[in-house]
């Protein structure tokens, strides 16, 4: 079905009926299938609007009307285009009065003695469309509040050029320890250490970049003056009028301790490893050699015990230094992080 065979419901607020003929013509032309409510004043549009037996996808608003002034009909009128779109139909060609009415949410501003059925037409059409859009708009940044506020993970909008918190979810407030009213007091710098001695000292991956979003490993403190190590993933969006950015943080506080830890001991094993095959070839070396001795059958009987003497020391010396090796693995294995400050300053 296109769009001139829907049947629309449209709202006409005019009180000089020549004007309202007019204006009904003009529809019918392009809109043959539209039903049109007409009302002479002001209260009787509210009137229509507050009983739930009428519903209108649009209203054509004149701003000469009986019972009302065009200031008191634009301020009203403003609130309702948030739920029906409002095209304003006027005589006066006030090019100010008309910009700040279409600042108050109007969809079009209409000068009588200039419309025709064609112009009409496009302004209801675009009027229409425009505000399937905005209602999409409502309802993306709706679930996107809910989402926001719902998530499990530290979530919050900041603006990107002071970076000061715009809004915050209830999961920041809960693992950071500010209410909102002190985060939306403060900035991203002031949940960050003065002291970043531990996170050089850890050694952290450089953030990554890129024309979407960035991931930038950092260092907070709670309010509790704990340090985490949090993982921050931040995009850059719109935010009421301003250029903000969304703010992931994920703790990984423990992951990275864990495999700083895993790197600790892998560099201990190593220079065990190390340290170790040299000492372990002296032994072996001797064992080679009292072998090859034995297989000439140039040694005399009263050699032959010594040489076995010697052999035995040899074995005894390798499996002393396997040992140590066991021993200084497992004592690797079972050490926590050694030497890092504590996490609360």
């Known amino acids: 079905m296109t769009f001139q065979e829907n049947v629309y419901k449209i709202l006409v607020v005019e009180d000089n009926p020549g004007d309202f003929l007019l204006v009904e013509e ?4 392009y809109m043959p299938n539209a039903e049109i409510t007409h009302v002479k004043k002001f209260k009787e549009c509210l009137n229509k609007l507050d009983n739930k037996n009428y519903f209108f996808d649009i209203i054509l608003l004149d701003l000469s009307l009986p019972d009302v002034t065009k200031e ?11 739920i029906t779109p409002v095209i304003i139909l006027t005589g006066y060609t006030d090019l100010d009065f008309a910009t700040n009415s279409l600042s108050l949410g109007f969809s079009d501003y209409l000068i009588k003695d200039t419309i025709n059925a064609l112009i009409l037409y496009k302004s209801i059409l675009y009027a229409l469309e425009r505000h399937r859009f905005v209602q999409s708009l409502r309802e993306s940044e709706k679930r996107y509040v809910n989402l926001f506020h719902s998530s499990p993970a530290p979530m919050w909008v900041s603006d990107a050029k002071t970076k000061g918190f715009l809004d915050v ?3 920041t407030i ?4 500010y209410t909102k009213e002190e985060f939306l007091e403060m900035t991203e710098s002031d949940i960050k250490p003065k002291d970043n001695l531990l996170f050089k000292k850890l050694k952290i991956k450089p953030a990554i970049r890129n024309n979407l979003l960035t991931i930038e490993p950092i260092c907070h403190q709670k309010k509790d003056k704990s340090i985490i190590f949090v993982e921050i993933i931040k995009n850059s969006i719109h935010f009421k009028d301003k250029k903000a950015e969304i703010v992931i943080a994920t703790d990984v506080t423990e992951r990275t301790f864990h495999l700083k830890e895993i790197d600790q001991q892998n560099s201990r094993l190593r220079e065990i490893a190390w340290t170790q095959s040299h000492v372990v070839r002296a032994p072996v070396a001797r064992l080679l050699g009292l072998v090859d001795l034995l297989k000439t059958n140039m040694i005399k009987d009263s050699e032959r015990e010594k040489v076995l003497e010697l052999l035995y020391a040899s074995a005894s010396d390798i499996d002393n230094i396997t040992k140590d090796i066991v021993e200084k693995s497992q004592v690797v294995l079972k ?3 050694p030497n890092y400050p504590e996490t609360k300053k």
């Open 26 to 29: 003009y529809i019918e032309e």
């Open 72 to 82: 008191i009909i634009t301020q009203k009128a403003g609130l309702i285009s948030e």
């Open 169 to 171: 979810n209830k999961a």
């Open 174 to 177: 809960k693992h950071y320890g």
């Open 335 to 337: 050490s926590d992080l």
